[in-house]
């Protein structure tokens, strides 16, 4: 029976790729369509090919010719003359395995900015289509054309359509699946003469006026930059250090002047907010909070701002800052300063590369020490990740469980991001695993060296566990916990322990707390003496692996290829989870692959690496699960 659905599943391949998942042959005519939004007349562009899938390529008919400052709406028509098909509408109604690619010479286009998405999937691209996940296609995608002094300018604007079944997601690349076509043309951006002359888009600043206020009362630091020519060739010099004070909060407001033509460019900027923004970069020593060295070099690093614009994205004109606290004299560093221009581009994900510059700005920043301040204290270790990893102790894949705080020292805490999901009447070694992701430290290592310090403490649901037994040693110090690693003391630590699941299926909750207990910790300190670095708590349950479960197959799991060499692809037919879980057992009921996932549709698994036999894949929610058994074949 096994080599008779092995025939069929081959004659399916040999029957060709359009058959069996509707991908496209003999594709042979390419025509690109920019209209004007604005009104006017279209362009048009076109390839050939006129054998198809045959050996000859595409032959690129004429130049995209355009105007200037002009907004077009871009349609793209794909048809096979051979067996006279309209591939553009078998790529709409196959949407979801479709998406175009785009690349182009970043000067002839305002919008969208860049160079396109072939090199880097999540650069801007206009797509104005979407298919049936609610993620783009391309068919239609906008343009607008640069501004240009010149008769015209020119480039190059590359096409490429790619298949990917099973696999497309708002993260795949244009490397990921099958190439339809890849096609280059000429790209001309023209002189209109009727046009308004092109606007310079950066500003002319002369005065920069950096204003610390304290926040607790006190004179303000007062730091400056002038630039004596404007728009000459001389640049903004530096004319004064930062000079702050210890462990104070300041508010910075920025303020930009153009002394030559007396404007206002501190106004200009909050008229067109959703233009512009600051970004910072500084020497983490001499600066608290924001923690870190600021978010140039990072966009998502941390940077107080107090501003927005009208799309809730932060400006930069007011932020806040904390220095540092020092034992005695004065600390130095640096504090950059760079104002971008985004025009039509700012988001929350463009950065300092993005847009043009209107300053960038180096002030030497120095910490002096306050006589009448506190001493400094002890602070407890930022924590941004703390990761749990599950190794079953006979054997099979680890799982794991997460928990990230976005903001680190800010008020938000550590949030769960991956439950706890084990398998019934199974030993696994639990390890910890803590980083600071803001300044790359890993808290692990830190917690190791200073073992003496620190106890993870434990609580769960009763009756999870065969062993350790009871609700664990948050409750009482005394009460059983598994530890397997211990200190220069020979007291328990936790980054290590041992646990045993129970036989039946549970559900319940799991908590970890780590104290901070320097020159205190000893064997009867318990969960309420020193500092606590985290106290999270964790969902759990285990899951259904029994034989019977796994050989009761789900007809809504859809599975293929089955027998499988190396993707496994599977869809969930009626599937409306958003959040669910995918897991694959061996011939003994044991977990040898698991992955939360996020997406809809089809997912496809690497399986080639698998020796040859029987698996089942086995698809969760939180309350109900799928099964379907596979082969895996060389």
């Known amino acids: 029976m096994l080599r008779i659905y092995q025939f069929l599943f081959v004659a399916l391949l040999l029957a060709g790729p359009a058959s069996l998942f509707g991908q496209l042959s003999n594709v042979t005519d390419v025509t690109l369509t920019f209209t004007p939004v604005g009104g006017g007349t279209a362009i048009t562009a076109t390839a050939t090919d006129s054998d198809g899938d045959g050996p000859n390529a595409f032959q690129v008919n004429g130049t995209i010719d355009l105007m200037e400052s002009t907004e077009y709406r871009l349609s793209i028509d794909v048809q096979n003359t051979i067996d006279n098909a309209d591939l553009t509408t078998a790529i709409q109604q196959n949407a979801n395995d479709y998406l175009f690619f785009f690349s182009y010479t970043d000067s002839l286009t305002t919008s969208p900015a860049g160079d396109g998405n072939i090199d880097n999937r999540m650069d801007p691209m206009d797509y104005q ?102 728009p000459g060739p001389q640049s903004l010099e530096i004319e004064n250090d930062i000079d702050l004070i210890e462990s104070t909060v300041y508010e910075l407001s920025i303020e930009l002047f153009n002394s030559i033509e007396q404007e206002d460019i501190t106004e200009e900027i909050m008229e067109e907010d959703d233009e512009h923004q600051f970004f910072f970069a500084f020497t983490d020593s001499v600066i608290t909070s924001p923690a870190g060295d600021g978010n140039i070099d990072n966009r998502d690093d941390p940077i107080d701002y107090k501003d927005f614009d009208r799309n809730n994205l932060p400006l930069g004109l007011l932020t806040d800052w904390e220095s540092e606290c020092i034992e005695d004299g004065t600390i130095s560093g640096t504090f950059r300063v760079v104002l971008k221009h985004q025009p039509g581009i700012k988001t929350n994900m463009t950065d300092v590369n993005d847009g043009g510059t ?81 300044e790359q430290e890993d808290i692990t290592e830190e917690i190791m060296e200073e073992d003496d310090e620190h106890q993870f403490f434990f609580e769960w649901t009763d009756d999870l566990f065969d062993s350790p037994t009871g609700n664990g040693n948050a409750d009482n110090r005394d009460d059983p ?24 299926m549970t559900d319940g909750t799991f908590r970890v707390v780590l104290k901070h207990q320097p020159e205190i910790k000893d064997d009867m300190t318990t969960i309420d003496d020193g500092g606590t670095d985290i106290d999270i708590t964790w969902d759990f349950s285990t899951l259904v692996t029994s034989a019977e479960d796994l050989e009761s197959p789900n007809a809504a799991l859809k599975l293929a290829p089955n027998p499988v060499q190396a993707n496994l692809s599977w869809l969930l037919e009626g599937d409306q989870l958003a959040d669910k879980e995918v897991f694959i057992y061996d011939q003994f009921g044991r977990v040898i692959y698991n992955q939360r996932l996020q997406s ?31 082969l895996k074949i060389d």
């Open 358 to 438: 209107d300053i960038d700005l180096t002030w030497n920043v120095n910490i002096n020490e306050d006589t009448d301040a506190p001493p400094c204290e002890n602070e407890e270790e930022v924590i941004t990740d703390v990761t749990l990893t599950f190794t079953p102790v006979g054997g099979g894949a680890p799982v794991t469980a997460t928990a990230a705080d976005p903001d680190g020292p800010g008020p938000q805490s550590l949030e769960v991001t991956k439950q706890i999901r084990l398998a019934q009447n199974t030993e696994y070694e639990m390890s910890i695993e803590l980083f600071n992701s803001i």
């Open 129 to 230: 289509d979407q298919d049936g996940n609610s993620l783009p296609v391309g068919l239609l995608t906008n343009w607008e054309t640069e501004c240009t002094e010149e008769p015209s300018i020119s480039g190059s604007f590359r096409v490429q359509l790619q298949y990917q079944p099973g696999m497309k997601t708002a993260s795949s690349t244009s490397s990921m699946g099958t190439t339809e076509f890849n096609i280059t043309w000429d790209f001309d951006v023209n002189e209109d003469p009727d046009a308004p002359p092109c606007e310079n888009e950066e500003e002319i600043i002369t005065d920069v006026t950096l204003t610390f206020t304290p926040m607790g009362g006190g004179a303000a630091v007062v730091a400056t930059a002038k630039d004596p020519d404007g």
């Open 481 to 504: 916990v598994n530890y397997n690693d211990f200190d220069r003391n020979d007291l328990p630590v936790g980054l290590s322990t041992n646990w045993t699941t129970k036989a039946a």
């Open 600 to 630: 809809i549709g089809w997912n496809s698994v690497d399986v080639s690496a698998l020796p040859n036999g029987v698996y089942h894949l086995q698809v969760r929610s939180d309350d109900q699960s799928w099964v379907q058994r596979f």
